[in-house]
């Protein structure tokens, strides 16, 4: 069937994506990776996205209308955003009227509400990313009260949009499974397409050892220190708090580590908080580090961290972190043994305790068990969670909903048994 995909016709695809595309964190990095997988196997690509945004070359943005007050980039469930859904729905059903897609390709819950009502009125099949769960997403960004009526209204609304699409592609096995026993949506309609990385880019040769060492004099970052990475939004539900409290219990044993924590938002807020716990000569801030710029970032570190607490969320940053050949720490959560198998080093709960412990074990790996490691895991990456793969998986299925044929389903994979 492979031999098939290139021979096709050249595809219209509308991407609704409600977000301030493009900023540089995890469903931003699916959207534009996939974006690129598929201009690259020759089809057009349209994302109608909130009005601003980094601009990615060559990709075809259009932005939807904005108000004077609110330019800033918004981060997780906002109040926001109800405006400007309405905004890109308007946008969108003005774009879609005027050129007709051959597939609505929607991301995130309001892009496959706002695809619905477009598949109805141009006919194009919809298909929806599903990267978590809606309602547990805004349960972790204290945006929703569990058991209250908004968040039954809100779960009725989910469970609805789930079930609208065509077909719907989870970012991983964990997702997937949870469209199906919990949400109920038909197996032979769900597609687990996982979040992948580009390893060519994400690769620990992208800096030589002379450009390390001038990196990590320009950070400030002590050089006979074993350097531990994260890099992502800070935030509570991401694990950070409970990071910079770890730091408290490993200071008590051991003094050979130095943290560089990468990322936004609120990094004042964290700096505070380092300092609060006394730990703030053992961390070193960029704030936003650019998609482009982060393998160069990562490849500063001995190991890496992914202390993401959230149960239904994607986590592509350990996708990053395997690619790069960097030994990775993280609580024992479904996704995160999904990307690193056998290879991570997990903390057994989520708690501070597990994670300092889960850290010492990392920091205490020889050079040599660290490279193994890290060799392991990029092996693993390469194999399973290729933008390439991905991108075959995708153009498989707009072909087989415009033919009108069987979808080729990848059948839903057990979440992996806590190791």
Known sequence: MHQTYYTKQKLNILMIV?????????AHVRILEESRILQQLGHNITILSYPNGRDIDNLNVRRCWGVPFNYRVIVGSSRHKVYLDVLLAGMSLWHALRHPPDIIHAHLHEGALIGTVLSKLTGAPLVFDFQGSLTSEMIDHNFLRPGGLRHKVMYWLENQ?????KVVMPSSAHAANLLAKQFHVPTSRIDPTPDCVNAAIFSPACLSASEKIELKQSLGIPLDKKVI????????????????????????SRQDYHLLLMGYPAVAQYQDLAKTLGVADQVTFTGKVSYDDAPRYLALGDIATAPKMSATEGSGKILNYMSMALPTVAFNLPVSREFLGDGGIYAHEVSTEALATALNRALDL????RTQLGSYLRQRVMHHFSWERAGQQIEAIYHALLAGEPLPVTPLKPVPKNL
């Not at 949009?161 to 699409?165: E, K, P, T």
């Not at 994260?230 to 990071?243: F, M, R, S």
Request: hydrophobic fraction near 45%.
């Open 366 to 369: 020889t050079p040599e068990q």
């Open 229 to 252: 990475v994260y890099l992502g939004l800070l935030a509570p539900y991401q694990g950070v708090n409970k990071l910079l409290e770890t730091l408290t219990m490993l200071k008590q």
């Open 161 to 165: 949009i789930d079930h609208a699409a």
């Open 18 to 26: 409600p977000t301030m595309f493009f900023a540089d964190y995890g």
